[in-house]
Structure formats: C-alpha cells, structure tokens
C-alpha cells in the first residue's frame, strides 16, 4: 500500500543513533567477521525498537521525534499502532529467515521484556512514590532487554559459544541501564535542539525518572507536595522550570550521573577478560559515549 511505503519512508528519515545495530556488529566482530546473519540481527533488533517507539509516541501523545513530527502527529493514533504493528510482524518475517532457536528464544524474551516495561511504566504515571528499585526493573526492561539482546545475539553468531554470548548480553544490560539513566538526566538538562524532544517531556507526560526520585528522596514534605501538585497542572515553561530547578536543588542530577557511571564502570569490568580487538576498543568506547553524549 502507498501509505505504508510513505510511513517507512518517514521512518527511514527520523533515523536515530543506530546503537543497536551497531552493537550488534561489534560483538560479533569480536569474534569473527560479521555475517549476513550478523546483519539480519541488527535489522531485528533495531525494528523492535523502532516499534517501540511509535507505540511510545502514541502513549506519551509526543509531537515530535528526534526534531521531526512523529508518526501519530503526521497520521494519527489508529494508524500509528497498526504500523507498530506491521514493524512487528516483518521482525517475525526476518526471524524466519534467520532461523536460529536461541536468537529467536532470546528476542521473544526481550518483546515480552519490553511490554512489561512499558506497562509498568503506564501503571506508575504521574505517581512520585515510584521508588529507585521500580525505576530499575522499568528501564531494566524498557531499554537494557534491547541492548542486551542485540549484544547477545552478535556474540552468538560469531563464537557460537553460549556462555560467550550470555557474557556479551550481561554487557549490554549494564550498558543500557547507564544508557536510559544518562537519557534521564538529559530531559532535565538538554537542549531541546539537540535531544530532537522538548525539555521535561518525561515528567510532563507523568514519567518519574531516577533524578526526580532522588531529588524528592532528599526533599520535605512540603516540596514533595509543590512537585505533585506542579505534575498535576496544565504544562507551562513555568511548570516545567519550577521541576528542573528542584530536580537541581535536591542534587537530583548529581546522583542519577554517578548511578550511570557505576553501571558504565560494571559493564567495562565484565569485557575486561575479552581478547584485545578493535571491537573490543570500540565497545568500551561506547560505554563512554552511553554516559558522555548531549543527545
């Protein structure tokens, strides 16, 4: 149909970092050469997660998706989760033509990992009681599951070792942690230029994020209060300053930077042991871009 081709047309303009793809490769390349299944894998795990984010974007009623209009702004809602949808149907397409049970037993894992992240997420909107260890098993399984996945999957299909891969997929589950938390930190301090999304889009759409949680943790009851109340007004630039600055205050920001920094440091300690390669160099230098970048 046309209107399929121009959505993933539209898709293919509002292309991301490609993290996971590249993921992917370098863990397959530390033991090999990258395959044609090597490149299936990549085009999987990047389709979960561009379906993801469409049904992101209708649930968070976003506008915008790195700097261009979503898919739900430019069609509408109905269309946007039947096209999720379809995203998901030619993974399972691509996972046929793979053919491999543990990869495929591994990224049926990761989608049912996905939607309890994003359940549970939705259950705990707009609630500031949402505690430090919830916020981990959300992102946990939101965004490590992913990433974990796709480093798995790379390390398998080069080594075809078990415990080879289970090593690579506990790498990028630290990696991902450190990754969401530094997005987390990035919604109370980027540039919205720059991130391709409004400042506080989080929060405004009721996300509790580790920054907000500690900072609350750290603040009175009276503040606690000020930020529920705050949450629950129409979104203004006011609203939205008055929660950065108290996200600033009670040291909300510091603490979620050394949280991303441990998970950075956890996931470097687990390839320490790793042949010296130049995917190996590659992979620890993106353990610092996960917790380094503005965007």
């Known amino acids: 149909m046309e209107v399929i081709n121009q959505i993933w047309a539209h898709l293919v303009r509002t292309k991301g970092k490609r993290l996971r793809p590249a993921l992917v490769f370098l863990s397959a390349s530390a033991y090999g050469t990258p ?48 096209m999720g949808d379809n995203v998901i149907a030619r993974v399972l397409t691509l996972i046929a033509k793979l053919d491999c049970s543990r990869i495929t037993a591994k990224i049926a894992a990761c989608v049912e990992r996905l939607t309890e992240g994003e359940l549970h997420q939705a259950i705990r909107r707009f609630n500031i009681r949402t505690s430090e260890a919830e916020y981990y098993r959300i992102i946990s399984n939101k965004t490590s599951s992913l990433i974990a996945c796709g480093c798995d ?32 930190i990035l919604n109370f301090t980027g540039d919205e230029d720059v991130i391709g999304k409004p400042r506080g889009n989080d929060f405004r759409e009721g996300t509790v994020t580790l920054p907000l949680i500690h900072a609350l943790r750290n603040a009175t009851t009276d503040g606690n209060r000020r930020v529920e109340q705050l949450m629950k007004e129409e979104w203004s630039d006011r609203v939205c300053d008055e929660i950065v600055e108290f996200v600033h205050v009670h040291d909300g920001i510091g603490y979620a930077k050394g949280k991303a920094l441990a998970y950075a440091e956890e996931a470097k300690r687990i390839l320490g042991e790793e042949p010296e390669t130049r995917a190996k160099d590659a992979l620890l230098n993106m353990v610092d871009y996960a917790i380094e970048r503005d965007r």
């Open 153 to 184: 999957s790379g390390a398998y299909l080069s080594s075809r070792s078990a415990e080879t891969a289970c090593r690579f997929g506990n790498f990028g589950e630290k990696l991902g942690m450190a990754f969401q938390i530094t997005d987390d």
């Open 35 to 82: 395959s044609r299944e090597t490149m299936l894998a990549a085009f999987i795990i990047e389709l979960c997660h561009t379906a993801t984010l469409i049904h992101d974007d209708v649930v968070d009623r976003a506008t915008t998706r790195r700097g261009l209009p979503t898919l739900n702004s430019k069609w509408d809602n109905h269309v946007s989760v039947l």
